[in-house]
């Protein structure tokens, strides 16, 4: 070998990167010594990797683009680069960046092919960790807001080439704040991220999950054909975030709301899609929870978009000006049809929208800071008709809703009990119900607020039990006389899992000596069930739906016997 030559030899086997030498088909025909620390051989055994095509040593998911710019090569004298996984003895890979160029002969035929290659195994991990901090939520490893837009916006392009539709749903764990407040946050991250793993195993392989912040999610639907896919998707997430998980040792079934929209019939770009699945979400959140809904099953939600800051202003002149009214909904003795007691509710009958569903004005109370003086204008009205009642000989208690800001005053207890006795009542003619999520709110704190309306006379109902978070230790600390299970249960008692599930409820509340009122009754088959329990109390619009006072004192006083 003549001098040169192996002086240049020795300086380029000197580099880190490897050079090779390679056929116009892509087999290998020289190559420096760092090929061998590439390819991780021993540098005495690098002419068993000659004569052997490089695709051979290129990882599989790689093999068709390395094989794309060999033949692109072909075609050109210009300068090419690619980066793939190139595969070890060991069968581990590392990442390299291979420049490459093509050499021509006279007749402007390729000859061979040249290449630079280097590990860049190091910088290309530590790009990877870039873009996933950037792009992917740290908790879930799902998309974040950043990545979730550029490819909203990549699906509406294509739908409009493709003339086909966009799904997009936002998801909302219901009560996540109460499971926080009562396992901690580390409890919740586990809850968020085995959420997440259901909602995404039940999409379309095409569908995006996201994760939206706090325990808000969004599902991106591209190349929707048919917009009647998406209730199919939606009930599957749905009941996919159903199953059963455990926190801290107790099996709970948490339940999602779910809002869907679709690009181009509810909207005509991404903002406004997100836009239209948030207002459908929260319509879903205060139609119950547990809920899937669809943008364009309810019309008037843009109008009532429009309406909103209207309505919430003349909310707050109804509260203050004595606008409200209560209904009462009785809770019946299903063995005598004897009306135990009547549960006061608030209704708003607006002078220009109608009757306001109290799905929608009671949140929005809550969120405006009304709630206290909305609860206090019922509890008057209230007081005022059971003091009425009082005076005719009608001897049920009333139960009344506690919001979560009266429970947190400290001179709750002591206003009612003096709000009462100014109407000429007593604490044991009122039966208070509380929200199971709201009980579970600052928990230590709570049960002493609890247990000062217990001292004081009150009876207490656990309220929507079954949509918290509560274990059975949390329960027998309670001083609640009561359970009043959420209308989901009772509207599930025609499969067989709805059936065991209310057993259970039932032989639990036997056994921690609760009184059981089922909520949600809307049939006489839901009754007669019930009653095969030893479930005795009952309410429901099977029984009476929500009425005004003059309505609810006939049942008081004749029973509805008929309805058994």
């Known amino acids: 070998m003549p001098h040169a030559k192996k002086t240049t030899l020795d300086t380029l086997n000197l580099l880190e990167e490897a050079i090779i030498d390679l056929s116009p088909q892509g087999v290998l025909t020289e190559a420096t010594t760092a090929w061998t620390k590439l390819r991780g051989v021993d540098p005495r055994h690098l002419n068993q990797d000659l004569s052997r095509s490089i695709l051979s040593w290129v990882y599989p998911d790689d093999v068709t683009l390395v094989a794309d710019v060999l033949a692109q090569l072909a075609k050109s004298a210009v300068p090419n680069q690619v980066r793939f996984r190139l595969m070890r003895e060991d069968g581990e890979f590392v990442w390299v960046e291979a ?11 390729i000859t061979s092919l040249r290449g630079v290659l280097r590990d860049v195994t190091v910088a290309h991990l530590n790009e990877q960790h870039i873009t996933q901090l950037a792009l992917y939520d740290g908790l879930t490893s799902l998309p974040n807001r950043l990545l979730l837009d550029d490819e909203l916006h990549r699906a509406i392009d294509q739908a409009r080439i493709n003339h086909c539709k966009v799904g997009l749903g936002f998801i909302d764990l219901d009560h996540f704040k109460q499971i926080n407040d009562a396992f901690g946050h580390q409890t919740g991250d586990e809850l968020l991220i085995s959420l997440s793993k259901r909602l995404k195993a039940v999409l379309p392989d095409d569908a995006i999950l996201a994760r939206w912040g706090g325990d808000e999610f969004i599902a991106l639907i591209p190349n929707l054909k048919d917009s009647k896919q998406l209730k199919i998707i939606a009930e599957s997430l749905r009941l996919a975030a159903r199953e059963s998980v455990s926190i801290n040792g107790m099996e709970t079934q948490p339940t ?70 209560v209904f009462y909904q009785p809770v019946v003795n299903a063995k005598t049809g004897e009306v135990v007691s009547v549960e006061a509710l608030a209704r708003w009958q607006d002078d ?29 009205i209230a007081f005022a008709k059971l003091r009425d009642w009082r005076d005719v000989g009608l001897a049920q208690k009333m139960m009344i809703n506690i919001s979560r800001s009266q429970l947190f005053l400290p ?45 004081a006379g009150f009876e207490l109902a656990i309220d929507d039990f079954g949509t918290g978070y509560s274990s059975l230790s949390q329960l027998h600390e309670m001083p609640a006389q009561m359970l009043k299970v959420d209308v989901s249960f009772a509207q599930r008692l025609h499969t067989e899992d709805g059936r065991r599930v209310m ?9 921690l000596q609760l009184d059981l009122v089922i909520e949600g009754v809307e049939n006489l088959e839901t009754a007669r069930f019930l009653q095969g329990l030893g479930v005795n109390y009952m309410q429901g619009f099977y029984f ?3 009425v005004p006072a003059g309505v609810a004192e006939l049942w008081m006083r004749l029973g509805l016997q008929a309805k058994m």
């Not at 420049?99 to 035929?109: C, E, M, N, S, T």
């Not at 800071?369 to 019922?378: A, H, T, V, W």
Request: with cysteine.
């Open 352 to 380: 220009k929208s109608g009757w306001i569903s109290p799905e929608l004005f009671i949140p929005m109370a809550e969120k405006v800071g009304l709630i206290q003086e909305l609860s206090e204008q019922i509890m008057l």
């Open 99 to 109: 420049r490459l160029i093509a050499h021509f002969g006279p007749d402007q035929k």
């Open 256 to 325: 999602i709301s779910v809002g869907f929209a679709i690009y181009p019939d509810n909207a005509e770009s991404g903002e406004e899609l997100l836009s239209a699945a948030d207002h459908t979400m929260y319509h879903a959140k205060h139609a119950g929870r547990n809920n899937a809904c669809f943008y364009g099953d309810i019309l008037h939600l843009k109008a009532l978009g429009r309406e909103h800051v209207a309505i919430q202003s003349r909310l707050s002149s109804a509260i203050q000006h004595g606008g409200l009214q």
């Open 411 to 455: 001179s709750f207890v002591t206003q009612l009990v003096e709000r009462l006795s100014s109407f000429r009542l007593r604490p044991s003619d009122i039966i208070l119900e509380i929200t199971e999520s709201i009980a579970l709110t600052d928990y230590s704190r709570q049960m002493r607020h609890l247990r000062q309306l217990r001292l």
């Open 544 to 546: 009476s739906e929500p």
């Open 503 to 511: 057993h259970a409820i039932a032989q639990m509340a036997q056994g």
